[in-house]
């Protein structure tokens, strides 16, 4: 595949910035892309290496205070990073590294105790600790409030008792961000956030998901049977970890955009270059109008969701709510990456139905962009509420 200009916009990004870029695609090319397949084939990356080499970088903490192990860096920065992530030959691993950056640390970061942030933040944040979100239960997914998993008083602690599907990372993880049932109160004010270390007793691993994408990530079924956590281990105050956790989605489902439109202008950079030298009814491919406006189409849609993702950092700098944006560009970066994931192999051909082909691999893990994280639909009652309807 060609290499992409380093600098991208020097709108947005200082010389500073594009010094972490250079960084961060130096290790994506290094250290990740190479090992892709292998990942893939073994439906697992190992991440205690990997987030051990990433952390001593500062990658994994780059908008945390410096006090618990981050670079205390702008928006921009951490949105370098993840454009990087969008480099990477497949979703699976980007996911993986997104739950520990973005989705099981964020709300310990900004509702957990000095205590958490010493003993679990600052050791995800230099790789030394393999974080999971734990959220949906086999009978609650979109519908967050129909957990189950309890977690009861227990003289001053919680015993911690149900089930939770679909854990990324859930094989490897030394703890869990884990939302659990701490009241029988109807309504949002009955649940608590918990760190909940994988060597608790009464802990276990029921089985490794097998999936239809995002293969070099493990996904796991997880049972808790009497966790016993201390109180010190809940996040902030008791039966306000729903508000905390719906906060913490909104971290999830912003880093989906920028890793959505590069996966997609790479899909299509990897495509021009087979279209080129395919010749078809004695012409190269790309010698075909409406592939190209297709293309084209594609990019300008791709472009479209860079910019809005740049208004949200902007938006994010100066401290406006961006539910709004984040719930309207998750949707589109989903939809537009399995159209461009599907739209290219389609110019492969029967090439592109070849597990060995990459394109293979990028159309199998676009589909989760429109479920995990909160699905399609989640996005657009989300934006129904806000915009009245
Ligand atoms: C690979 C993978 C990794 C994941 N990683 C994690 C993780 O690390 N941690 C974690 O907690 N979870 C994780 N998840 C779970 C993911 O967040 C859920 O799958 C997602 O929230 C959807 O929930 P569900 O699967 O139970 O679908 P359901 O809630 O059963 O929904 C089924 C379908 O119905 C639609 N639907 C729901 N409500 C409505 C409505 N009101 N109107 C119209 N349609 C509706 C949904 O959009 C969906 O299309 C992961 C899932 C996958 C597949």
């Given at each position: 595949m060609k290499k992409a200009p380093v600098t991208s916009d020097p709108i947005y990004f200082t010389k500073d910035h594009e010094m972490v870029r250079r960084a961060v695609r130096e290790f994506v090319d290094r250290e990740i892309n190479p090992y892709m397949d292998q990942w893939e084939a073994e439906g697992a990356a190992p991440l205690h290496d990997?987030?051990?080499?990433?952390?001593?970088?500062?990658?994994?903490?780059?908008?945390?205070?410096?006090?618990?192990?981050?670079?205390?860096?702008?928006?921009?920065?951490?949105?370098?990073?993840?454009?990087?992530l969008g480099r990477v030959h497949g979703s699976g691993l980007p996911t993986a590294i997104g739950v520990q950056t973005h989705m099981a640390t964020?709300?310990?970061?900004?509702?957990?105790?000095?205590?958490?942030?010493?003993?679990?933040?600052?050791?995800?944040?230099?790789?030394?600790?393999?974080?999971?979100?734990?959220?949906?239960?086999?009978?609650?997914?979109?519908?967050?409030?129909?957990?189950?998993?309890?977690?009861?008083?227990?003289?001053?602690?919680?015993?911690?008792?149900?089930?939770?599907?679909?854990?990324?990372?859930?094989?490897?993880?030394?703890?869990?961000t884990l939302l659990a049932r701490t009241s029988d109160d109807p309504g949002y004010h009955a649940f608590s956030l918990f760190v909940v270390p994988t060597d608790t007793a009464g802990f276990s691993v029921s089985r490794k998901l097998q999936k239809l994408g995002l293969r070099s990530s493990d996904t796991a079924e997880l049972f808790f049977d009497g966790v016993r956590v201390p109180a010190r281990n809940r996040i902030g105050r008791e039966n306000e970890g729903f508000i905390y956790q719906m906060q913490q989605f909104q971290h999830e489902r912003y880093a989906a955009l920028p890793m959505s439109y590069v996966a997609a202008e790479n899909i299509m950079a990897l495509t021009v270059e087979h279209i080129r030298q395919r010749e078809v009814f004695g012409k190269p491919l790309i010698a075909r109008q409406v592939l190209r406006h297709r293309l084209a189409d594609w990019a300008t849609e791709a472009e479209c969701l860079r910019q809005l993702t740049y208004h949200i950092v902007r938006m994010k700098s100066e401290g406006v709510d961006v539910t709004r944006e984040v719930s309207m560009g998750k949707l589109y970066a989903a939809q537009l990456l399995q159209k461009v994931a599907d739209g290219c192999l389609q110019m492969y051909g029967g090439l592109g139905f070849m597990n060995e082909m990459l394109i293979s691999r990028y159309y199998r893990d676009a589909r989760l962009f429109s479920i995990g994280g909160g699905a399609d639909e989640i996005m657009r009652e989300i934006i129904c509420k806000v915009e009245g309807y």
């Open positions: 990997l987030f051990k080499k990433m952390g001593e970088l500062g990658f994994l903490g780059i908008r945390y205070d410096p006090e618990w192990g981050g670079e205390g860096l702008d928006y921009w920065y951490e949105l370098v990073f993840l454009e990087e964020p709300a310990i970061a900004e509702f957990g105790s000095d205590y958490l942030k010493q003993t679990f933040l600052k050791p995800a944040l230099k790789g030394e600790m393999v974080a999971a979100i734990a959220v949906t239960e086999p009978g609650a997914g979109s519908d967050v409030a129909a957990i189950t998993t309890t977690a009861e008083k227990d003289g001053d602690g919680y015993l911690i008792n149900g089930s939770k599907t679909y854990i990324t990372n859930g094989t490897q993880a030394d703890f869990l």
